[in-house]
């Protein structure tokens, strides 16, 4: 069974720039989670969808921060524009529903000069 | 928000060595879980604890669901080289219709060989 995707791997950008993240879930997998991975902590949930709609964005920066899961499955995450604090290890994962248990994907690096 | 507190911070130990690591918060939760990340991959699944004072086992690892609800701690024996990784805690409990996890802030383990 294939994992969960993201792409790409690393990401350098200045600070004001955009950038958009990749994830492909676990084929099936109804819930998707976006979580920001500050070096030195653990990750921290950004936005949870179920299927194609949010169930909880409350530590998304709406400001800047952007996300979308249009068919439920493929999402992306967007942030126009960066801050250098934005630098951190986004990580999506998948789970069959709600209570299941979440697989994460690699990552993607940001950093943000 | 939740927090978890999370201890020790690092270790570094012999190979062979037993390992001991913490996590406390002031929230209670319905799970607990341990996490493992290794550099360059997201967080995998070791153990989940899903009533409280549960002490569940798996190979070298072995957890406990306090019985407060408000901890967990997790143990390794006779550690090898391989456990080397950054262990999380995370917390979990229903919030808004989703089960929402809380990480703590990691143990990072080096094993000498």
């Known amino acids: 069974e294939a994992g969960v995707a993201q792409s790409p791997r690393y990401k350098i950008i200045e600070k004001r720039q955009s950038v958009a993240f990749w994830c492909n879930p676990i084929?099936?997998?109804?819930?998707l989670y976006w979580y920001q991975q500050i070096l030195g902590q653990g990750p921290k949930l950004l936005i949870q969808?179920?299927?194609?709609?949010?169930?909880?964005d409350s530590q998304l920066p709406k400001d800047r921060f952007s996300a979308e899961r249009l068919k439920g499955v493929d999402s992306t995450l967007k942030i126009q524009p960066a801050k250098l604090e934005d630098s951190a290890v986004y990580l999506c994962a998948s789970s069959l529903d709600f209570r299941a248990e979440q697989y994460f994907g690699p990552g993607t690096r940001l950093t943000v000069t | 928000g939740q927090q978890l507190n999370q201890s020790p911070q690092s270790m570094f130990i012999q190979e062979g060595e037993d390992v001991s690591m913490n996590c406390t918060s002031s929230s209670i939760f319905n799970t607990w879980l341990w996490y493992k990340q290794e550099p360059g991959e997201g967080p995998v699944l070791l153990i989940a604890l899903y009533k409280a004072g549960e002490l569940t086992s798996n190979g070298r690892l072995t957890a406990q669901f306090g019985i407060t609800r408000k901890d967990s701690f997790l143990n390794i024996s006779a550690s090898i080289p391989s456990d080397v990784g950054i262990y999380f805690c995370?917390?979990?409990?229903?919030?808004?219709?989703?089960?929402?996890?809380?990480f703590g802030k990691g143990t990072k383990l080096t094993v000498n060989p």
């Open positions: 969808f179920q299927n194609n709609g949010v169930v909880d």
């Open positions: 995370a917390g979990q409990l229903p919030q808004g219709g989703s089960e929402k996890l809380v």
């Open positions: 084929s099936g997998h109804a819930t």
